[in-house]
């Protein structure tokens, strides 16, 4: 049997009308030009094809009797890929606000539990820009899928089994199903024996590592202090950032509800690149840092925003490389987003130095964080604790662990091709919780950074207003790099006296001998006066001194050079 970790399980015991546990994402397809088929039928017909490459596909969830443990994963013989893959149309004029806005009505509902935990939905209606190739159109592509069943590595797995590189798909071999009917029917009896044996494995692997999880689970709550150095000709490079044990309040640390708001934007990869290049920071700083400047921009202008800095809780990845299993791999960690500091270099330098005493942290106790544990009980108790935790409104007047979730997630940086149509955009929508209404969700794709934002409609009901401000921020970052690119570069050393071109050794020796007597000749010249002869005079000079003694006249005697000096001073 294959049994749900006790991380994934726990995904299901959390969820509760006001907290859907699925991740999804909203693509936009160009069709080729001239298409004139049903592209409802054609990704049908395409995922049917497919249905081998990613087990969420076909697999659904077989709770144990009497939840005494966690649900076994079964395949579904009936799957029905037109309750599956479904359409819809947008009213006119298909704007992208209105398709951001119908994203987040469908995030907002529950995946049925009985069926594979996954819905797309194909959006006719969707205005095709000027600048699109004549003929063509553009269609939506919203996706969701339990976190149950994966998560943002494992989304990328699946996402490559569905596209292709091409307009053309790949040859893709059809796998007859060797599983026999019925081989997924167990009996009670069965079943809650399979359970109990598995939970009593865990229990043991929790026994091993119990002292190791407690000092573990003390150290992620620490607060962290970082020091690191970014630029070294700014006056103080060196920065000490610290991290709080709680985030201050504010309108995102509230309950929330059962709607969701999604909203959209994309920056240039390349820039925010070259922003980390810079000023040596990562990619993911960068994105941190246009959070931060959107999110004290946004709090501000509502003048709401705290004096103390806002934090944010940062996936970790514990997938480790060529693990393709379709299941959950991840930690969290807490990063301030220094939204105290007005200036953006700074801020970014502050996220900096927060990002590396985080990282160091959870590095170090990354071999030790858990994804499986005990699930006796745990159906019951954690679905309760979820359900008083959110009828008791605590989240209301408890300080938040963290004030926004961000996460960036590395995708394809070529285009891809799902049944002929070329993606455009990969928007993530994720999941947002009491206390932490903001879920901001980064996925790099083709030469883009696409952020998709999720909210509860009730805490950020202007959500597309902070997309707005993101795009704001991230031109504040970039002018820093363009402010240092234009300034004038510093005053280059005396050049050295270039040495003679090399030629023969015979001319070398004769340089360097040349160059030895130069010194000897400069000082016996100084040390002994060279009177310079007289040259001779000219002819006529001559003549005219003879004439003047035949005539008897005296010629003028003339004056010393040294009296004439002396006369004129």
Request: charged share 20%; net charge positive.
């Amino acid at each position: 049997m294959d049994h749900l970790s006790g991380l994934d399980a726990a995904f299901l015991y959390l969820e509760t009308p006001e907290m859907p546990m699925h991740v999804g994402s909203l693509h936009l397809y160009e069709l080729p030009p001239g298409y004139e088929g049903n592209f409802v039928d054609d990704v049908r017909r395409h995922i049917t094809q497919r249905l081998h490459l990613a087990p969420v596909f076909r697999r659904k969830l077989l709770n144990m009797p009497f939840e005494l443990a966690n649900p076994v994963w079964v395949l579904d013989e009936d799957l029905d890929l037109e309750y599956h893959i479904r359409s819809t149309v947008l009213p006119k004029p298909g704007s992208r606000g209105q398709l951001d806005r119908l994203v987040g009505r469908l995030h907002s509902s529950l995946i049925d539990r009985s069926r594979p935990l996954w819905e797309f939905y194909i959006i006719e209606g969707l205005q095709t820009p000027a600048d699109a190739p004549a003929g063509s159109r553009h269609v939506g592509f919203y996706a969701k899928v339990h976190h149950a069943a994966l998560d943002g590595a494992s989304a990328v797995v699946l996402a490559n089994a569905m596209l292709d590189l091409s307009p053309q798909p790949r040859d893709v071999r059809a796998v007859r199903d060797r599983r026999t009917p019925g081989a997924d029917t167990y009996g009670i009896a069965e079943l809650a024996g399979a359970g109990l044996r598995h939970t009593a494995g865990q229990i043991v692997k929790l026994g091993r590592a119990l002292p190791t999880l407690a000092r573990t689970a003390v150290q992620l709550l620490r607060p962290a202090r970082g020091t690191a150095t970014l630029d070294e000709s700014t006056p103080r490079p060196r920065l000490t950032v610290p991290t709080h044990w709680f985030g201050p309040r504010t309108a995102l640390s509230s309950n929330v509800t059962n709607q969701r708001v999604f909203a959209s934007v994309s920056v240039p990869l390349a820039e925010a690149k070259r922003i980390g290049k810079a000023h040596g920071a990562s990619l993911n700083e960068v994105v941190l840092a246009i959070c931060s400047g959107a999110l004290r921009h946004h709090l501000a202008e509502a003048h709401s925003l705290p004096a103390e800095p806002l934090l944010a809780a940062v996936p970790v990845s514990l997938r480790e490389a060529g693990n393709t299993q379709m299941n959950t791999q991840a930690s969290m960690m807490r990063i301030s987003l220094a939204s105290d500091i007005a200036e953006p270099l700074a801020r970014l330098r502050a996220i900096h130095a927060a990002s590396a005493a985080a990282k160091a942290l959870t590095a170090s106790m990354k071999s030790v964080l858990p994804t499986d544990f005990p699930s006796l009980g745990a159906p019951w108790l954690i679905s309760g604790l979820a359900s008083l935790y959110g009828r008791s409104r605590l989240a209301d007047r408890m300080p938040p662990i963290a004030n926004v979730t961000i996460s960036n997630v590395p995708g394809s940086p070529v285009p891809l091709y799902l049944a002929g149509a070329k993606m455009l955009t990969y928007y993530p929508a994720s999941i947002v919780v009491h206390g932490v209404a903001l879920n901001i969700t980064v996925e790099s794709y083709n030469g883009s950074l696409d952020f998709g934002l999720t909210a509860c409609r009730k805490a950020m009901p202007d959500l597309a207003h902070l997309a707005h401000d993101m795009l704001a921020a991230h031109r504040e970052l970039l002018a820093t790099v363009k402010d240092a690119e234009a300034a004038p570069a510093p005053s280059a050393p005396p050049a050295a006296k270039k040495r003679a071109a090399p030629g023969s050794a015979a001319k070398k020796k004769a340089v360097r001998k040349s160059a030895a007597k130069k010194p000897v000749a400069r000082q016996a010249a100084a040390q002994k006066k060279v009177v310079p002869q007289p040259t001779a005079k000219p002819k006529a000079a001559a003549r005219k001194k003879a004439a003047q003694t035949a005539a008897g006249v005296k010629p003028r005697a003339r004056k010393p050079a040294a009296a004439k000096r002396a006369a004129a001073a």
